[in-house]
């Protein structure tokens, strides 16, 4: 039973696009959402991470959209460059629990 | 230095052999985690301590044996590796509950042939 469903598998960009990575969960006990960006490797760091009180939050770049009533967020890479190739990670928990849980990934490569 | 440190890095294993992967980190972090990271699947979780002599189990924890005896150690050991064990191993820390970072090991390739 997958809590946290991430799509796409495989993201092909050209430079100076936009990059969207879409994750939607099912438990409605989940309220902070971040993002974990892998580079070949290494391990995952943290990006970026959202509560549900907001709709959006931007760091950079990078900013994620969140749709509390559809169980939906997204993350957005604006001006998409090279160096963002990696792995993306979508996760969700309760934010006093013990556990994230993450997306199954979402392996970017921007062209030049 | 200071920082998560995972050893070994690359391990290859026969079937049916006992392999233990160790953890150490220096920020005096409660939590530690031990994800495996396989292609399609993402990260799983094995297993998680929230504080030292206190293990629970994650996603997947059969097969997989874990212990903390001291807060900055956190071994994962394979009691008899089968050949659906290969697979990328990440430890984590985290200082408190999930609203707070967590900082992941550079991982562990095991291969079981």
């Known amino acids: 039973q997958q809590q946290v469903k991430q799509s796409p598998q495989s993201l092909i960009v050209q430079k100076g696009g936009i990059s969207i990575i879409n994750c939607a969960y099912e438990?409605?006990?989940?309220?902070?959402f971040p993002w974990y960006q892998q580079f070949p490797g290494k391990g995952p760091a943290l990006l970026i991470a959202i509560r549900p009180d907001v709709s959006e939050k931007k760091e950079g770049r990078f900013t994620i959209s969140f749709n509390k009533s559809a169980k939906q967020f997204s993350l957005h890479i604006m001006d998409s460059q090279p160096g963002d190739s990696a792995t993306y990670f979508c996760?969700?928990?309760?934010?006093?629990?013990?556990?994230?849980?993450f997306g199954t990934g979402t392996r970017l490569a921007v062209r030049p | 230095d200071a920082g998560i440190t995972q050893s070994p890095r690359y391990k290859i294993t026969e079937t049916g052999r006992q392999v233990t992967l160790m953890c150490h980190q220096t920020?005096?972090?409660?939590?530690m985690f031990w994800y495996r990271q396989d292609l399609g699947h993402g990260l799983r979780l094995i297993y998680y301590?929230?504080?030292?002599?206190?293990?629970d189990k994650g996603e997947v924890p059969d097969g997989y044996v874990v212990s903390r005896s001291k807060t900055e150690n956190f071994p994962l050991t394979l009691e008899s590796a089968t050949r659906s064990q290969t697979s990328v191993y990440f430890c984590a820390s985290r200082r408190g509950p999930t609203n707070t970072e967590a900082f992941f090991g550079q991982g562990t390739r095991l291969t079981v042939v």
């Open positions: 438990n409605t006990a989940f309220d902070y």
């Open positions: 996760a969700a928990s309760e934010s006093s629990g013990d556990k994230l849980t």
């Open positions: 301590s929230a504080a030292a002599d206190i293990t």
């Open positions: 920020w005096s972090h409660s939590y």
